[in-house]
Structure formats: C-alpha cells, structure tokens
C-alpha cells in the first residue's frame, strides 16, 4: 500500500526574496518593514519563513554556487554585463525588485565564479537623489554609492553583520555647521545615519 505525501512548499521566487531583503533590514526599520509588509498583503510569518527558507538554500551542502541560486530564484536578469576592478573583470547581473521600482538588485561575479558583491543599486535611468545635507539622508533613500558621492571622501568600514555596510564620512547639516557621522546600510540601502563624534 503506497502511500501518498502532499505537495510540498512552493518555488522559492522573487516575491519570497523581496521578503529576505525586509528581513535584515526590519533590525534597523522596523516599522518602514512593516509598512512594506502591508502593501505586499504578507505578514511577519511570511517573512520569518521566506528567511528560514532562503538559508536553508545558503547553508545547504548540495548549495548551488551564488551566482546560479539568483538566477534560480530570481530567473533571467533583467540586464547583464561586465566591470573591471582593479585588475580583475568581473561578470555583472541586474534584476528588477518590485517593492522599490526605483532600484536593482545587483550581483557582481568573480572569474570562477564566486559572488564579491550582492547589493541593491540605482536603476538605469531612474532619478538619483542628490543629498545635501545630513538631514536629506533618510532611510531607504539613498544607496551607498549615492552616499559615498554626494559627500566625499567617504571612508568605507566593516559591516556590523553579513549584507550590512557602513560608510564613515563629514557632511553639513541644514543648520550650517558640519560633523562627522556613520552611514549603515543593509543590502546596499540606507538604513540609518549617526553621528560619530562625542
């Protein structure tokens, strides 16, 4: 007698994805996430499982390389190309993400194959926002490129966790005066912008 299991979870996609990027960035936003939550029509158990989902697929020994598990959950980019860094050429991919039209999820791929850099970026012809003081900084405005442009030299530091940035820069505040403040970013977007001095 044979018996017969039940379906088993869905493919994970590009709508379950969007849910791992609020994810990490709901420990600095959390009410922007759950406002973004909202207008998904999901909930915080969507949420925890899409990231419990997503890494299972990371930590998994039969794990695809990086680059192959994007395009397997996210399928075909949107645009690909190539960028030198440095002395080495790297392979670029781009896919749209629909809770923030206005940006692309980026993945920058190392000869051999290996990820160096996963993160959200402006889109191509899409308006870039152009700070220019501290206060213009709120979150999820900007990308870290757009940071590390609008006030120069910004100084890059280490993550406080994976998919986290920071960037350590001097910029004018709309009172006239200047100081001296830490960006952090998750996933390539601002989260929060706090003063380094004191």
Same mark, same amino acid.
């Given at each position: 007698m044979s018996s017969v299991s039940g379906p088993g979870p869905a493919p994970f996609g590009p709508d379950d994805f969007q849910l791992v990027l609020l994810r990490r960035m709901a420990d600095f936003q959390p009410q922007l996430v759950a406002d973004a939550l909202r207008r998904l029509g999901t909930g915080r158990s969507e949420l925890r499982e899409a990231n419990r989902r997503w890494? !299972?697929?990371? &930590? +998994? $020994? #039969?794990?695809?390389a990086a680059g192959a598990r994007y395009r397997s959950v =996210?399928?075909?980019?949107? +645009? /690909?190309? +190539? &960028? &030198?860094?440095?002395? =080495? /050429? %790297?392979?670029?991919?781009a896919w749209p993400v629909p809770l923030w039209p206005g940006l692309r999820f980026e993945v920058l791929t190392a000869p051999g194959g290996v990820v160096f850099n996963e993160w959200l970026v402006r889109a191509p012809g899409a308006a870039s926002p152009a700070p220019r003081t501290v206060e213009e900084l709120t979150p999820w405005s900007c990308t870290v490129d757009e940071v590390a442009r609008a006030f120069p030299p910004a &100084? $890059?530091?280490?993550? /406080? !966790?994976? /998919? #986290?940035? #920071? =960037? !350590? %820069? +001097? !910029?004018?505040d709309a009172a006239g005066g200047t100081g001296a403040y830490v960006a952090d970013f998750t996933w390539g977007l601002l989260q929060e912008v706090t003063s380094s001095t004191g």
């Open positions: 890494q !299972a697929m990371v &930590r +998994s $020994p #039969r794990s695809r =996210l399928g075909p980019p949107e +645009s /690909t190309g +190539s &960028r &030198r860094i440095g002395d =080495l /050429t %790297f392979q670029v991919a &100084r $890059p530091m280490e993550g /406080t !966790a994976p /998919t #986290r940035w #920071r =960037l !350590a %820069f +001097s !910029a004018p």
